[in-house]
């Protein structure tokens, strides 16, 4: 086994604390996830400008996930499996049942009881009513 390094370091550090995260704190972080992926995909529906608002309607929650630190199972089975093969002591256990199974099952509920999945219909609507009046 190699010495470790700083990016062994980091990635051992970033992948415990993950899979050392409570099963309730990984829920709520995976449901908080999607419900700002679902804000992302959604907003630029109500922009009115290609270049400017929907481009930044689109990427401002997204960054805002990723920078708040939510729990995203694809992301996750890269970083924890990525910290296993440097070295971070995480078992297949912590990983699976600490923060893979309630990531998921956050990401599904957020996504299915964020208010943007059922605003894309309304404000669709809103915009071809806004296109007819013109």
Not at 29 to 45: A, D, E, K
């Amino acid at each position: 086994m190699p010495p470790p390094t700083s990016a062994t370091r980091l990635w051992g550090t970033s992948g415990r604390r993950r899979g050392a995260a409570g099963a309730f704190a990984a829920l709520v972080n995976g449901m908080l996830c999607n419900w700002m992926v679902t804000s992302g995909v959604v907003l630029p529906y109500t922009a009115h400008s290609v270049v400017g608002s929907k481009a930044i309607s689109t990427f401002v929650p997204i960054y805002m996930f990723f920078a708040m630190g939510f729990e995203y199972m694809v992301v996750n089975q890269f970083i924890i499996p990525t910290a296993r093969l440097l070295g971070a002591p995480i078992s297949m256990y912590d990983f699976w049942v600490g923060n893979q199974i309630p990531v998921t099952i956050g990401n599904f509920l957020g996504g299915s009881c964020s208010p943007a999945p059922h605003s894309v219909g309304s404000s669709t609507q809103l915009n071809l009513l806004r296109r007819r009046a013109r």
